[in-house]
Structure formats: C-alpha cells, structure tokens
C-alpha cells in the first residue's frame, strides 16, 4: 500500500492539473473576445447583402494583373518599414505629407489655382495597364526576398507606402478643372483606382476605396461649376463607398474566424469578384500564421480551432490572389515561435493541451480589430 501511495498521489496530481487547465479553458471559452462577439451573424447576412449591391455597382472586379503597372510604379512606391525605400520617390508623394490641399478646413475641390503641380502624365501612362503587382520589382520584391530571415514576420514586413495616391488623384482632378479636360480626368482617377486595389492589403484597398470617394467629389464639383454634363460619368451611387469600406473589414472577421461557422464556405460560394477579398485574406493569413503553432487537434474541453486554418488551406486552392508573402508565411508557421514574449523565449508549457488554450487567447487579444463595421453608418470617414 505504501508503493502504491507515490503512484496514487502522482495520478491525483496530474487530475488537478488537467481540472485546472479545463477550468481555465472553460473560463476563456466562456469569455469570448469583443470583437467575436460583435460580429453577430444578422451583420454577417447584412455584409453579404452588400456584396451583392456591390457586385452590380462596381466598375470593375478583382485584379487579374496581366500588363504589370509595377514596370512604372515600383520605382516610385516604398514600404513602410523603414528599411525599403522608393528608388526614385515621387514629387506628389512628398507633397501628400503636408496636405496642402486641404487648406483652413476647405474642400480640396476650392483650391484649383492653388494645389501644388507639377507632372501628372503617370495617370495617363498607367492607362496602359490592368494591374499592380507591387512584389515584381523594386522595394517590394526586396521585401518578399527577406521572409525567412530571423525577425521577418506578418507584423514585421513593410506594405507599399500607397496613401500618396490619394494626392495624385485630387491633383489630376484639379488640372482636369483648370483645362477643362475632366471627363479623361475622371477616366485616369479611376483607373487609379482598379490599379491600387491591386495592393493586396488592407491599406491598398482602403486607399482604393479611398480614390473612388475622391472621384465622386470631383465629379460633383465639376458637375456643379458646369465643366462637364451631370450624364456625361457615372460615379459611384451613394452609399457604395461606405459598403466597400464595411465589407473590407468585415471579410477580415470572415476569414480570420469571427463570424460564424460556415460563413468562409458561404463567403466562396458567391459567384464572381468581390472586391477586398485579397487584402482580408491576407490580414487573416496573417495573425492566423501567428496563432497556427497553438492549434492542433482538440483535446476534451478544450476548443477547437482547427476549422478556422483548415478553410484558409482550402481558399488558397482556388482564390486567384497572389499572396506571395502571406503564403510564404502561412507555409511555414514556426516564425511566430518567439513573437510573444519580451525575452524571445517561449513559455515551455505554451504548446501544451489546455495550456494553449490560455497562449491562443493571449495571441488573439494582441490583434483585436473590430472587424464589424455595421451599424456604423452615421459615421463618418475622410479616407486614411
């Protein structure tokens, strides 16, 4: 009995230790993150109503870069890391840091005299191209070059530095004002556009959504001071801008495992483009690359998250997004081995069943968005 009293007392040691790494589960299960909770499925139908107003609306569908704009533009484009710089930086890229045309809180649209100038005829070169692969060359390219290296991660690797679009476009809006030549204004501000919703990420296709709202003030300006007839363009109808900005957010909670289950099949089951769906399933690759090193198959009690990697493997089987990045990441989790802890040394006990459970949540709750942008739409939003 006394031998047997070592074994017994080691087997109830090892019941508590599983009792308390259950309760802890239970209680982290119990107590999901604001923003799961926030993204009910009644926003999740609304969502998917507004793809199908957007797929009507819409003046064009998701990218298929066959003639690269990055021949003109990767020379011009840096990242925002710090490390990439633009080969040759673009004078209306230096200009966007002032916002000088936004001037004692006027409309940009008042300052057509006034705006900096200087060579707008990229607009009309990049006519010549359908689409933008930002990783073909230049900064970019030395970008992707680096994953792998120690300290390269998601969180880490630099986006193209594409808010200074923005800029181009009021300018090329202006000149389009001052010598009567709108309508092929309007045409290049929108082809802007389709190119930088090319940039797949988040930033890229707000910055995308972003032009559209800046060619529908110029349109309305030029309609109003009778520089071109109210039928001769069709802008973007009313409301569609504030539905992309929702959407690109909310795919990111679709994909990254926010809304409820099923909600990726439906989401792939729609027919033809949708647009930000690269940029969110690149945000999803990315903190899921962080997380998948905790995931494994379920133990009892514990919960299972499994499902959300196994519908992003499926996606990259058939979406046409490049993701060069986000897939040479996703390919090989164990980048985020030390992301976690000051000293870059992980816990010894993090990959443990139940004690992952606690390393999950922690994980998560460092990349809390709130993905659900519904019932917002009192808001309101300037662009980035």
């Given at each position: 009995?006394?031998?047997?009293?070592?074994?017994?007392?080691?087997?109830?040691?090892?019941?508590?230790?599983?009792?308390?790494?259950?309760?802890?589960?239970?209680?982290?299960?119990?107590?999901?993150?604001?923003?799961?909770?926030?993204?009910?499925?009644?926003?999740?139908?609304?969502?998917?109503?507004?793809?199908?107003?957007?797929?009507?609306?819409?003046?064009?569908?998701?990218?298929?870069?066959?003639?690269?704009?990055?021949?003109?533009?990767?020379?011009?484009?840096?990242?925002?890391?710090?490390?990439?710089?633009?080969?040759?930086?673009?004078?209306?890229?230096?200009?966007?840091?002032?916002d000088l045309?936004?001037?004692?809180?006027?409309?940009?649209?008042?300052?057509?005299?006034?705006?900096?100038?200087?060579?707008?005829?990229?607009?009309?070169?990049?006519?010549?191209?359908?689409?933008?692969?930002?990783?073909?060359?230049?900064?970019?390219?030395a970008a992707?070059?680096?994953?792998?290296?120690?300290?390269?991660?998601?969180?880490?690797?630099?986006?193209?530095?594409?808010?200074?679009?923005?800029?181009?476009?009021?300018?090329?809006?202006?000149?389009?004002?001052?010598?009567?030549?709108?309508?092929?204004?309007?045409?290049?501000?929108?082809?802007?556009?389709?190119?930088?919703?090319?940039?797949?990420?988040?930033?890229?296709?707000?910055?995308?959504?972003?032009?559209?709202?800046?060619?529908?003030?110029?349109?309305?300006?030029?309609?109003?001071?009778?520089?071109?007839?109210?039928?001769?363009?069709?802008?973007?109808?009313?409301?569609?801008?504030?539905?992309?900005?929702?959407?690109?957010?909310?795919?990111?909670?679709?994909?990254?495992?926010?809304?409820?289950?099923?909600?990726?099949?439906?989401?792939?089951?729609?027919?033809?483009?949708?647009?930000?769906?690269?940029?969110?399933?690149?945000?999803?690759?990315?903190?899921?690359?962080?997380?998948?090193?905790?995931?494994?198959?379920?133990?009892?009690?514990?919960?299972?998250?499994?499902?959300?990697?196994?519908?992003?493997?499926?996606?990259?089987?058939?979406?046409?997004?490049?993701?060069?990045?986000?897939?040479?990441?996703?390919?090989?989790?164990?980048?985020?081995?030390s992301t976690?802890?000051?000293?870059?040394?992980?816990?010894?006990?993090?990959?443990?069943?139940?004690?992952?459970?606690?390393?999950?949540?922690?994980?998560?709750?460092?990349?809390?968005?709130?993905?659900?942008?519904?019932?917002?739409?009192?808001?309101?939003?300037?662009?980035?």
């Amino acid at each position: 009995m006394q031998r047997r009293l070592p074994l017994v007392l080691l087997a109830l040691g090892a019941l508590a230790l599983v009792a308390t790494a259950a309760g802890i589960t239970f209680l982290l299960r119990g107590h999901p993150r604001e923003d799961e909770a926030a993204f009910p499925a009644a926003h999740v139908d609304a969502l998917f109503a507004d793809v199908a107003i957007l797929q009507a609306d819409l003046p064009f569908g998701e990218c298929r870069v066959t003639r690269d704009a990055g021949l003109l533009l990767n020379p011009l484009i840096g990242l925002d890391d710090g490390v990439h710089a633009a080969a040759r930086p673009p004078w209306w890229a230096a200009a966007s840091e002032g916002d000088l045309l936004r001037k004692g809180g006027s409309k940009w649209t008042d300052h057509m005299n006034d705006g900096p100038r200087g060579d707008l005829s990229i607009t009309t070169a990049l006519l010549a191209f359908d689409g933008w692969d930002s990783t073909s060359s230049g900064a970019g390219a030395a970008a992707l070059a680096s994953v792998g290296e120690p300290g390269v991660t998601p969180l880490t690797i630099g986006i193209p530095q594409v808010v200074g679009f923005q800029t181009l476009a009021r300018l090329r809006l202006l000149e389009g004002l001052r010598t009567g030549d709108m309508l092929r204004a309007l045409q290049e501000v929108r082809h802007l556009a389709v190119l930088v919703a090319c940039e797949e990420s988040i930033v890229g296709q707000m910055v995308a959504v972003a032009i559209l709202r800046i060619e529908g003030d110029g349109y309305a300006a030029a309609v109003a001071r009778g520089a071109i007839a109210r039928e001769a363009w069709t802008p973007l109808p009313e409301g569609s801008v504030e539905r992309l900005k929702r959407v690109t957010f909310g795919l990111v909670g679709i994909y990254a495992g926010h809304a409820p289950p099923g909600s990726v099949e439906r989401l792939e089951a729609v027919p033809g483009p949708i647009f930000g769906r690269c940029g969110a399933l690149s945000e999803a690759m990315g903190q899921w690359g962080l997380y998948r090193g905790f995931v494994g198959d379920p133990w009892p009690f514990e919960g299972d998250h499994t499902g959300v990697t196994e519908a992003i493997d499926r996606v990259l089987e058939t979406t046409p997004c490049r993701l060069r990045a986000a897939r040479a990441f996703w390919a090989d989790p164990q980048w985020a081995t030390s992301t976690f802890t000051e000293d870059g040394e992980e816990a010894p006990w993090a990959r443990l069943p139940y004690f992952r459970e606690y390393t999950l949540h922690t994980l998560m709750g460092t990349a809390s968005v709130n993905y659900d942008q519904y019932g917002r739409e009192g808001e309101a939003w300037t662009g980035l």
